[in-house]
């Protein structure tokens, strides 16, 4: 008996409309579930070097063996899609929450597998093992929220979990996104569109089979007591105001801390990468805005981290966190502004993280003179303007004057703009940064130039959780935190931000605990949360063996299968070589492993961390030091012949001494 | 011996705050675990129905058995199989008697009945014997499992916060 796993991998072509089922376990074995067999599959189907938009890409969508296993967390899928929105063209991983995974789960597929081009707009219909392609060409040219309803409409089940585009993602725009009930996987969207798929919905019945029923219930309990436990300590300061007669205090008292620490932190970056001082933050706070509209919190876990907010006028829609950091980015002190655009986004199926950087560089570039109203169509794109931002947002979708080249991404705009507006241009690997500092944090510096996903998330978290902890007056968990540094690293200083030591280990060990959440599907913000005195908090510097034998034990309870922390680190490495190999085939190198210039050169202008630049020396160094520790070349940072032998993966190495990119 | 009065009142009523359903599930998932040992919400007892308003919010409503106090499907049945447990007041199926006729399925007014399709008998909430593991993951709250005589002053404590934070929100005395 398998358990945890549904058993079949969907494969389903939308030239031929062909449908055929695959088996688990001819991977499950060798690989492990959401993002590790989305690595394989995505390296075995993706032909080498033809464009993001070809039909012969696939889209996999990818659900781990604890997904839908009744395990609090446990309902991340994962999206795997060559990345058109990287330059050069790369691996695209996202991973979503939601109801599509554990629906997917019910249906009994493990893992979807999309290809071809479709005739006609259609959808996917999948019910258990019905599986219909539908036309879709009534839908094609509306949003998200009118496809979600038209197609439950159509399907007579509001129940149905669907992964949809808007009108950017049919206008192949670049930052254009496949939304789930307002979460989003980035920049897929286009990909969609350009195989002409609208949706896909699915519906199952059929359950998951779990090894120990009991222990999962158990384990539930733990997870809730500790997530009581931190919304309890962050409520007690809401409580003594009135908020806490809000139906979801622990919501407000969650943004009210997010912002607390965020806002006055070195991390976030206030217009196109000035400082983090803006006299009018104030105005901004999250909080005072989200308790006079917050109407409803939904999610797709107990803890419920989506507010839904309801804005007279503009309408009701999720407040991403994202959307928090907007204002600070364009010095806007109108929040229904940054709300309306946050739902015009989720409307239109773009991506929020991916927005407020071009709009406050078209500002910056207004600001300087470098572009007038006439490049925009009219609308000056003068700092703090909202109708600037919707008047963008608006463009950008429908591809509409100035929008159909800032759609191709913000360099194919700088180029028609001038050298100076070049010039200005943050990006790496195509993908624009976010409010992220890196001047004072190498670590999150090295996570994102070496992650074969181009991620912005903040791998490193242990840096956030320093911060927080002080900023809680819990000085006494700092020192310990770093006692526990000492011994794991032998120095403190590999919890310290701004310090270059041992940050390479933090980056690995943080490697392990996110692929294998990801493998697993099950939530990292949960657990992290879940988790708060007992297993993250008070566990910063402690090595990875010690930190997560309880999610060994979630994986026993549902699989019935005892992993140690020494195949997980197997099951990661080898899904993380995987996708790196993805990248080596396209063509990678080393240079296009790095970060902007820009953090090298113009030191922190204020705060804190005042006159801090990155090292570009010590920068190479960490590299150096992370790619020997992979047993990547230092030159060309591919994986030796004997990394991919080590990893039983001889035959990638086959594939790609074929192409010459063995080092 | 306790009146029958003092019986009603120890016994506890599942109540559900509509407005604080996350849509979130997992009640559904961790009923399946407990009473069939596998996840599969199709088998759960409660079921959380959802439905799109306008397309761009959920409203959720879990439903599952209220344990009427004049139950249809005790009338409906025509081999008496549902009785009231006298210690939680859940109305129970005796499966032995149980044909799987579907009288009290149809007659349901909230549709929280089925039919098993393993044991061919009706099977519906059973408040887990008076510790209902739904509530048990609700953090939300809005699953609460409440003494049916505080069950009114419950809701009325829920409504004047309600109230309350609307009157601190007019005068200016929230954050």
């Not at chain 1, 929020?352 to 470098?370: C, F, K, R």
């Not at chain 1, 240079?591 to 204020?606: A, G, T």
């Not at chain 2, 887990?128 to 609460?144: F, I, N, T």
Request: hydrophobic share 35%; with cysteine; charged share 25%.
């Amino acid at each position: 008996m398998v358990y945890g796993y549904a058993g079949a991998i969907l494969r389903i072509d939308l030239t031929s409309e062909d449908v055929r089922k695959g088996l688990t376990s001819e991977y499950s074995g060798k690989y492990l579930g959401g993002r590790g067999i989305n690595a394989r599959l995505m390296f075995e189907e993706s032909p080498p070097k033809v464009s993001a938009l070809d039909q012969r890409n696939p889209i996999i969508i990818g659900a781990g063996p604890l997904v839908g296993s009744g395990l609090i967390g446990a309902v991340r899928f994962e999206i795997t899609c060559k990345s058109y929105e990287q330059v050069p063209e790369g691996f695209g991983n996202e991973g979503i929450g939601g109801t599509f995974g554990t629906e997917m789960k019910y249906a009994g597929y493990d893992h979807i597998v999309i290809k071809g081009k479709a005739k006609r707009p259609t959808y996917i219909y999948i019910e258990n093992d019905v599986i219909k392609i539908k036309d879709a060409s009534h839908l094609w040219g509306k949003g998200i929220f009118e496809t979600n309803k038209l197609i439950r409409e159509e399907l007579g089940d509001p129940e149905v979990a669907i992964l949809a585009i808007g009108q950017a993602g049919e206008n192949l725009v670049k930052i254009s996104t496949v939304e789930h009930e307002y979460r989003s996987g980035s920049a897929f969207g286009a990909i969609w569109g350009a195989k002409r798929l609208k949706a896909v919905a699915i519906r199952g019945t059929r359950g998951v089979k779990v090894h120990d029923a009991k222990k999962i219930l158990e384990m539930n309990q733990t997870f809730l007591h500790g997530i009581k436990e931190w919304l309890l300590q962050d409520i007690k300061e809401c409580e003594k105001s009135r908020t806490a007669h809000l139906p979801y205090p622990q919501y407000v008292a969650g943004e009210k801390s997010l912002v607390n620490y965020v806002d006055r932190s070195e991390q976030t970056i206030t217009g196109y990468f000035k400082g983090i001082e803006w006299a009018d933050i104030e105005k901004t706070r999250a909080a005072p805005y989200i308790i006079k509209r917050m109407m409803k919190q939904t999610g797709c876990c107990p803890m419920a981290c989506i507010g839904m907010l309801k804005v007279p006028g503009i309408g009701i829609s999720a407040m991403k966190c994202d959307s928090y950091y907007w204002p600070w980015q364009m010095y806007l002190t109108d929040m229904d502004k940054a709300f309306e655009a946050t739902r015009l986004c989720a409307d239109y199926g773009m991506d929020n993280q991916d927005m407020a950087t071009p709009v406050s560089w078209l500002m910056h570039l207004y600001g300087e003179g470098i572009i007038t109203a006439r490049d925009t169509d009219g609308v000056p794109m003068e700092w703090g303007s909202g109708e600037a931002l919707l008047h963008v947002i608006h463009s950008l979708a429908n591809r509409k004057g100035f929008g159909d080249i800032l759609a191709d991404g913000i360099l194919s705009f700088a180029k028609k703009i001038g050298p100076k507006a070049e010039a200005s241009v943050m990006q790496r690997r195509g993908i624009v940064p976010n409010t992220d500092e890196l001047r004072c944090q190498p670590a999150v510096a090295l996570g994102t130039s070496v992650d074969p996903t181009c991620g912005r998330e903040n791998y490193y978290n242990e840096v956030i959780w320093d911060r927080y902890l002080r900023e809680t007056g819990q000085e006494a968990a700092v020192e310990e935190a770093y006692a526990r540094a000492r011994k794991t690293y032998g120095t403190e200083k590999a919890i310290i931000p701004w310090e270059y030591e041992k940050k390479v280990e933090g980056r690995i060990r943080d490697e392990y605990t996110w692929y294998m959440y990801d493998m697993f599907g099950s939530c990292f913000f949960l657990l992290i949360r879940g988790a708060t005195k007992e297993r993250y908090l008070h566990k910063i510097g402690e090595p990875f063996e010690e930190i997560y034998p309880t999610d060994l034990e979630m994986f026993k309870a549902v699989t019935g299968i005892s992993l140690s922390e020494q195949q997980v680190r197997t099951f990661t490495d080898r899904a993380l070589n995987l996708e790196k190999a993805y990248n080596v085939r396209e063509g990678f190198t080393r240079n296009d492993e790095c970060v902007e210039e820009f953090w090298f050169k113009e030191p922190i202008p204020d705060g804190p961390q005042k006159g801090k630049v990155l090292d570009k020396v010590r920068f190479e160094e960490m590299k150096d030091q992370y790619y020997t520790k992979r047993g990547w070349d230092l030159k060309t940072s591919w994986p030796t012949k004997e990394t991919y032998e080590r990893l039983h993966l001889g035959d990638v190495a086959e594939c790609l001494k074929k192409l010459g990119r063995l080092p | 011996m306790k009146t029958p009065r003092e019986i009603h009142a120890s016994w506890k009523s599942l109540i559900i705050d509509v407005d604080k359903c996350a849509s979130c599930k997992q009640c559904e998932k961790v009923c399946s675990l407990k009473h069939e040992g596998e996840c599969n919400p199709a088998l759960s007892r409660v079921k959380v129905l959802r439905d799109e308003l306008m397309g761009s919010y959920f409203v959720s409503i879990p439903i599952m058995c209220q344990q009427c106090e004049v139950p249809t499907c005790v009338e409906a049945c025509p081999m008496e199989a549902i009785y009231k447990d006298k210690e939680t007041g859940a109305l129970l199926v005796d499966e032995l008697r149980c044909t799987g006729c579907r009288m009290c399925v149809i007659s349901c007014p909230l549709g929280a009945g089925e039919i098993h399709p393993d044991r061919r008998v009706s099977y519906r909430c059973d408040l887990c014997s008076g510790d209902p593991e739904c509530v048990k993951v609700c953090l939300p709250g809005a699953l609460k499992y409440i003494e049916n005589a505080k069950a009114g002053y419950n809701a009325r404590r829920e409504a004047l916060k309600k109230l309350a934070n609307r009157l601190a929100l007019i005068s200016g005395q929230s954050t």
